[in-house]
């Protein structure tokens, strides 16, 4: 199966971020989220004690409160091994941003210390610019910067990151969506809930695409994270839009124990929006998921008879995993898939 991650993060440690009070709300923000995903996608309370719920719940936690040390780090070797191990070709690497941790002081990685770090791996890891915060820093700076990135430095596409940026559809982004069209490369969006303290989520609301899908359609766009918890709205716009992809990195993390809720969330994407637009990612950030998890949950997650009897969701076959997989990702990449 050829497999490509849509979203991995690298970053250097992040202790001298660690004093900011707005990096405290972070931490405990995360650490919250990692409790709450299991009752997010369970039936009901989470049981604690079922086998290895519990180890994965307290390791995750572990991890999280972990990024306020000087050990933690998401550095380009642990991705290689974390893909060596699932037998991941390629991934797509994206700095993270989120200026507001340091009260507008630094970012978490740039994307000049990315390209060094990937630059290591040419030919397994994929350069995804973060110009953001682009109309705080100025929307011809981030075109520059940009345009550098993919003609020197092989750059294939670029992330909006709404917490830091505010609603993609503000007029004053568009010369910079008009040189993402002129480049000829993919923009990704994280679209659901903002995910980390203090960035807001009402920017994140996968609607506010829409006006960017009509007057760029020429943009393959793909949403993060299925726009969840907002999924059928961005399945809906997906299925109205041919250029808007559904990203499903989160979606195994959040989705331990292959929960009716994961299926559901798969079920109405492939019925809404065709398995030609479901693309595959981890969200893989140094720790929290390994790609080996992530890409058994791919291999092995199927929609149970109940939950395709009780919405009428086809089952998930193997020509759709394969789509999903990277076949797609591919294809918007300009990728030649390997025989
Ligand atoms: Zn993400």
């Known amino acids: 199966m050829f497999l490509i991650d849509c979203e991995t993060h690298l970053w250097p440690p992040m202790d001298d971020m660690a004093y900011y009070p707005n990096f405290k709300k972070y931490v405990d ?11 997010q996608f369970s039936r009901g309370p989470v049981d604690l004690e079922a086998p290895g719920i519990k180890e994965k719940y307290e390791a995750s936690v572990k991890a999280v409160r972990a990024r306020a040390h000087s050990s933690a780090q998401a550095d380009v070797e642990s991705l290689i091994r974390s893909m060596d191990e699932a037998g991941v070709q390629l991934s797509c690497v994206i700095p993270e941003g989120m200026i507001d941790l340091t ?12 390209a060094k770090e990937i630059a290591k791996y040419p030919e397994r890891l994929i350069g995804v610019a973060n110009l953001g915060p682009i109309l705080k820093r100025g929307v011809d700076l981030a075109i520059y910067e940009l345009e550098h990135l993919v003609k020197e430095k092989n750059f294939k596409g670029c992330k909006l990151y709404p917490p830091d940026e ?10 910079f969506y008009e040189k993402v069209r002129e480049l000829g490369i993919v ?10 303290p203090p960035g807001l989520s009402a920017p994140c609301h996968p609607i506010l695409l829409e006006e960017v899908c009509i007057d760029f359609p020429e943009i393959p766009i793909v949403a993060f994270h299925m726009g969840y918890p907002y999924s059928t709205d961005l399945n809906l716009l997906a299925a109205k839009y041919p250029n808007l992809y559904v990203g499903t990195s ?39 998921i390994g790609h080996k998890d992530a890409v058994e949950f791919l291999k092995t997650i199927q929609i149970s008879e109940a939950v395709q ?5 086809p089952p998930i076959s193997q020509t759709t995993r394969e789509k999903w997989a990277g076949l797609n990702l591919a294809r918007i990449l300009k990728i030649k898939v390997p025989n």
């Not at 505010?166 to 010369?175: A, I, K, M, S």
Request: aromatic letters at 14%; charged letters at 20%; one cysteine or more.
């Open 29 to 39: 923000g995360m650490a919250e989220y990692q409790r709450s995903r299991f009752l």
């Open 103 to 114: 009260h507008g002081h630094r970012v978490r990685s740039t994307n000049g210390w990315v």
């Open 166 to 175: 505010g609603p993609p559809n503000c007029r004053e982004l568009w010369p």
């Open 187 to 196: 923009l990704f969006v994280h679209t659901g809930i903002s995910w980390c």
């Open 250 to 288: 989160l979606l195994p993390r959040m989705a331990f124990g292959y929960t009716r809720k994961a299926q559901e969330l798969l079920g109405e994407a492939l019925v809404l929006v065709g398995d030609d637009k479901l693309i595959w990612g981890t969200d893989w950030s140094g720790s929290l």
């Open 309 to 313: 009897q009780d919405y009428h969701y």
